[in-house]
């Protein structure tokens, strides 16, 4: 069943979180800034040199002081400051973070990581307490497919392979991605019912695993 968590609001704030070097005008991520009032970057700071304790940090003051319900929308690195948040910050099911969207995660835990991202390493294997999507591309410099799912079944999220579409940043010209709000809706309707009500595990993921109207027609995200 479903439990009431206490809310000033039942429309979600949704959090971007950027990973290395940050996220430029350009990216996904900012553009859903300039044009959605419900989204709000999490300024992390030391976007060039993370460090994962500051970063869990940044992440989790910026959680506290929005209005719950939180949707994090994290690119590369910042789904590995996620996992760590929710690692170090436990929190009670779907509150007061509601949900994620987890794109192109990066790999921590290759031999061949850079430097900078060493600090984030080994990447958490714990089950995230809230609903979650992790997005991977087949053709990610930055994480293997294969990789890629296994943070995924690590974390209990739903796993959407896109095919060969880069890091899924500007680079790889998907401008305002149409998929990815797709996605972001449905972590949205995973997350609760629009009343303050969180959805128990079992309901977020049948929700998650629901296809959209658009998606039968065979050009978006496979699974």
Request: glycine share 10%; hydrophobic share 40%.
């Given at each position: 069943?479903?439990?009431?968590?206490?809310?000033?609001?039942?429309?979600?704030?949704?959090?971007?979180?950027?990973?290395?070097?940050?996220?430029?005008?350009?990216?996904?991520?900012?553009?859903?800034?300039?044009?959605?009032?419900?989204?709000?970057?999490?300024?992390?700071?030391?976007?060039?040199?993370?460090?994962?304790?500051?970063?869990?940090?940044?992440?989790?003051?910026?959680?506290?002081?929005?209005?719950?319900?939180?949707?994090?929308?994290?690119?590369?690195?910042?789904?590995?400051?996620?996992?760590?948040?929710?690692?170090?910050?436990?929190?009670?099911?779907?509150?007061?973070v509601a949900?994620?969207?987890?794109?192109?995660?990066?790999?921590?835990?290759?031999?061949?990581?850079?430097?900078?991202?060493?600090?984030?390493?080994?990447?958490?294997?714990?089950?995230?307490?809230?609903?979650?999507?992790?997005?991977?591309?087949?053709?990610?410099?930055?994480?293997?497919?294969?990789?890629?799912?296994?943070?995924?079944?690590?974390w209990g999220?739903?796993?959407?392979?896109?095919?060969?579409?880069?890091?899924?940043?500007?680079?790889?010209?998907?401008?305002?991605?149409?998929?990815?709000?797709?996605?972001?809706?449905?972590?949205?309707?995973?997350?609760?019912?629009?009343?303050?009500?969180?959805?128990?595990?079992?309901?977020?993921?049948?929700?998650?695993?629901?296809?959209?109207?658009?998606?039968?027609?065979?050009d978006h995200?496979?699974?």
């Amino acid at each position: 069943m479903s439990h009431f968590a206490p809310s000033h609001g039942a429309l979600p704030t949704i959090l971007t979180v950027p990973g290395l070097g940050g996220s430029g005008p350009s990216h996904w991520q900012t553009l859903w800034e300039s044009s959605r009032p419900d989204v709000v970057r999490v300024e992390l700071g030391m976007w060039n040199t993370p460090h994962r304790n500051a970063w869990v940090t940044k992440l989790d003051e910026a959680i506290r002081q929005a209005q719950a319900p939180v949707i994090l929308a994290a690119h590369s690195l910042g789904c590995l400051a996620v996992a760590w948040w929710a690692q170090l910050s436990p929190q009670p099911y779907g509150w007061p973070v509601a949900g994620a969207l987890l794109v192109a995660p990066a790999d921590v835990d290759w031999e061949g990581a850079p430097d900078e991202i060493r600090s984030f390493a080994p990447a958490p294997r714990l089950p995230l307490p809230f609903p979650s999507i992790l997005v991977a591309s087949s053709d990610d410099p930055w994480a293997s497919i294969d990789r890629a799912h296994s943070m995924a079944a690590n974390w209990g999220s739903h796993f959407v392979d896109v095919g060969p579409q880069g890091h899924l940043n500007a680079a790889s010209g998907i401008g305002w991605w149409a998929e990815g709000q797709e996605l972001l809706e449905r972590v949205i309707a995973a997350s609760g019912d629009g009343h303050g009500h969180v959805r128990s595990p079992g309901d977020a993921r049948s929700f998650l695993g629901l296809p959209t109207p658009e998606r039968r027609g065979g050009d978006h995200p496979r699974h």
